[in-house]
């Protein structure tokens, strides 16, 4: 590997997209244009194994549409599914669900191409913040989506990038509440980046990049509106063929204000929904500024085309921070490490979460007694992500968030396997008196999600999901530990009608709440189209 192969810049996004396969490389053998709408109905049974309750029983009738999409010019993949649930029981109500995920590129010209996508899922909100959404619990419905331009260029030595994205992040429910429960309703997300530099060994032996960004999050709850103005300058300096020291320095400054709530005659703030209502007429105020010097030094070991290994130590919002990843590429499997360090919100992050999904094919195992995605969505071409972390504790504050997280995906044969594992920290930032969230307070969550595809033939497969997630949580809510698993049978009866079968145990525990564990069996039937 020569200098001129090293790229200069310390960005994680930069990094994971040089080891991903170049969609401009795509073959004519290798397009191709898949889509299915399907509709479906089941049976579904949950029983008491532990902790009581009653048997329900209820009928589901879904209509979805998978797709995968690769030619010269649009690479896109979606899973999506609706499901409406028919209860048996005057104990639980009737359900509709929105799941799904979707992801696409287009290539426009040459340079610019245009990203869009998005995810739709569902959480609990009684309280049990990352467990199972079982058919009897108070739920919510989630979704986030974005879109935007990138455009890259060569100019002689000098590579230009600019890309711009524009988000939106919403959770709906039907909670009628004078409870305040810091939950989230909905907010748009601004993304501006734009670098200039030069590889080392081209117009000097190190490399440069000088770049500079924009970002900014307006949320309707109390008007809370986050803004993000940074620049900085990378240097990559290489001491071997595959080694090289990184490093940067630049300048950043942070604000996050809001306005007040509506007060009532008796000086208490109005809570409807669960929400806080907004006095449109009081002044915004700054509840948290960061203004500053930051900077951040490591190295870079990129041993191969497939592998790369970046760590970094520095400084930033008025202490150290650490960063880093290791991301492996094989020709049939795919497996990353990530290290993180930054301030976030549910909307920032559950956008980010849903524009880090890139590739043109993903497993996406479903619960076949929900409907919902059970959490990851795995790519063996890079480009997977897993949403349990953000969807385990959404709540309108930003916060300092931190941790790891892993994901690895592998098909080979008749086999496909994944794997995603995290850990998390958040750290709030909220105005005194106006949060069930303690101002630095934390909550912590561990969570995991295995599956497992075996395929018997063109039409016949196994599926088994396992998964688990615990929440340490803060302000006086219970902390949660979910764990399960499910195995499911699907037999193609003809070309277009195919039957399924699903045996699956979920289990529930958290402070102050007798567990739960259930017992749960599925049978049914779906015809594509």
């Known amino acids: 590997m020569t200098v001129r192969q090293w790229i200069s810049g310390a960005s994680l996004a930069a990094l994971a997209a040089a080891s991903a396969p170049a969609f401009a490389q795509t073959?004519?053998?290798?397009?191709?244009?898949?889509?299915?709408?399907?509709?479906?109905?089941?049976?579904?049974?949950?029983?008491?194994?532990?902790?009581?309750?009653?048997?329900?029983?209820?009928?589901?009738?879904t209509a979805g549409v998978t797709a995968e999409v690769q030619t010269?010019?649009?690479?896109?993949?979606?899973?999506?599914?609706?499901?409406?649930?028919?209860?048996?029981?005057?104990?639980?109500?009737d359900q509709d669900v929105l799941s799904g995920i979707a992801s696409a590129t287009v290539n426009v010209a040459r340079g610019l191409s245009l990203h869009t996508g998005g995810m739709a899922s569902r959480v609990r909100t009684d309280g049990l913040s990352g467990a199972s959404t079982l058919n009897d619990s108070i739920t919510s419905q989630v979704y986030a989506g974005y879109i935007g331009p990138a455009y890259t260029t060569q100019i002689g030595d000098i590579t230009v990038n600019g890309s711009y994205r524009l988000g939106y992040a919403r959770v709906e429910d039907d909670v009628d509440s004078n409870l305040a429960s810091g939950s989230f309703a909905?907010?748009?997300?601004?993304?501006?980046?734009?670098?200039?530099?030069?590889?080392?060994?081209?117009?000097?032996?190190?490399?440069?990049?000088?770049?500079?960004?924009?970002?900014?999050?307006?949320?309707?709850?109390?008007?809370?509106?986050?803004?993000?103005?940074?620049?900085?300058?990378?240097?990559?300096?290489?001491?071997?063929?595959?080694?090289?020291?990184?490093?940067?320095?630049?300048?950043?400054?942070?604000?996050?204000?809001?306005?007040?709530?509506?007060?009532?005659?008796?000086?208490?703030?109005?809570?409807?929904?669960?929400?806080?209502?907004?006095?449109?007429?009081?002044?915004?105020?700054?509840?948290?500024?960061?203004?500053?010097?930051?900077?951040?030094?490591?190295?870079?070991?990129?041993?191969?085309?497939?592998?790369?290994?970046?760590?970094?130590?520095?400084?930033?919002?008025?202490?150290?921070?650490?960063?880093?990843?290791?991301?492996?590429?094989?020709?049939?499997?795919?497996?990353?490490?990530?290290?993180?360090?930054?301030?976030?919100?549910?909307?920032?992050?559950?956008?980010?979460?849903?524009?880090?999904?890139?590739?043109?094919?993903?497993?996406?195992?479903?619960?076949?007694?929900?409907?919902?995605?059970?959490?990851?969505?795995?790519?063996?071409?890079?480009?997977?992500?897993?949403?349990?972390?953000?969807?385990?504790?959404?709540?309108?504050?930003?916060?300092?968030?931190?941790?790891?997280?892993?994901?690895?995906?592998?098909?080979?044969?008749?086999?496909?396997?994944?794997?995603?594992?995290?850990?998390?920290?958040?750290?709030?930032?909220?105005?005194?008196?106006?949060?069930?969230?303690?101002?630095g307070s934390k909550d912590q969550n561990w969570y995991g999600n295995a599956s497992m595809t075996y395929t018997l033939s063109d039409s016949d497969s196994i599926d088994t999901v396992a998964y688990v997630n615990y929440f340490d949580a803060s302000g006086g809510r219970p902390d949660v530990l979910n764990y399960g698993a499910f195995t499911s049978y699907y037999k193609g009866l003809t070309r277009r009608l195919s039957a399924s079968a699903s045996v699956g145990v979920d289990g529930v525990q958290a402070d102050d709440i007798d567990t739960v564990i259930s017992a749960m069996g599925q049978v049914g039937l779906r015809y594509s189209f």
């Not at 993949?77 to 104990?91: P, R």
């Open 186 to 439: 909905d907010s748009w997300t601004h993304n501006l980046n734009g670098s200039v530099g030069f590889a080392p060994g081209t117009l000097l032996p190190v490399g440069l990049t000088a770049s500079a960004g924009y970002d900014r999050e307006d949320a309707s709850q109390l008007d809370q509106r986050f803004e993000d103005k940074w620049g900085r300058v990378d240097a990559t300096l290489p001491v071997s063929r595959t080694v090289a020291l990184i490093g940067g320095i630049g300048y950043e400054q942070i604000e996050i204000s809001q306005r007040s709530p509506l007060l009532d005659s008796a000086g208490v703030p109005v809570i409807r929904n669960g929400r806080y209502v907004t006095d449109k007429s009081s002044p915004r105020a700054l509840i948290y500024e960061f203004d500053d010097i930051i900077w951040d030094a490591g190295v870079l070991w990129r041993p191969s085309r497939r592998t790369s290994l970046q760590a970094q130590v520095g400084q930033r919002y008025g202490g150290m921070t650490y960063q880093g990843s290791f991301t492996w590429q094989g020709a049939n499997s795919s497996f990353a490490v990530i290290v993180f360090d930054g301030i976030d919100s549910f909307g920032r992050l559950i956008t980010a979460n849903a524009a880090a999904l890139s590739g043109s094919s993903f497993d996406v195992a479903r619960n076949p007694f929900t409907g919902d995605i059970t959490g990851c969505a795995f790519s063996t071409t890079g480009g997977g992500q897993c949403f349990n972390d953000a969807l385990s504790g959404i709540t309108d504050a930003n916060f300092r968030y931190r941790g790891v997280s892993t994901q690895y995906s592998l098909r080979r044969g008749q086999w496909g396997w994944g794997v995603g594992a995290g850990y998390s920290q958040r750290k709030f930032i909220t105005p005194q008196g106006q949060s069930v969230l303690v101002r």
């Open 72 to 93: 010269r010019r649009v690479e896109a993949v979606i899973d999506l599914q609706y499901n409406h649930s028919f209860s048996w029981s005057k104990q639980t109500a």
């Open 27 to 61: 073959t004519r053998a290798d397009r191709r244009v898949n889509v299915t709408p399907y509709i479906g109905v089941d049976q579904v049974v949950m029983g008491p194994l532990k902790g009581g309750g009653d048997v329900l029983t209820y009928s589901n009738v």
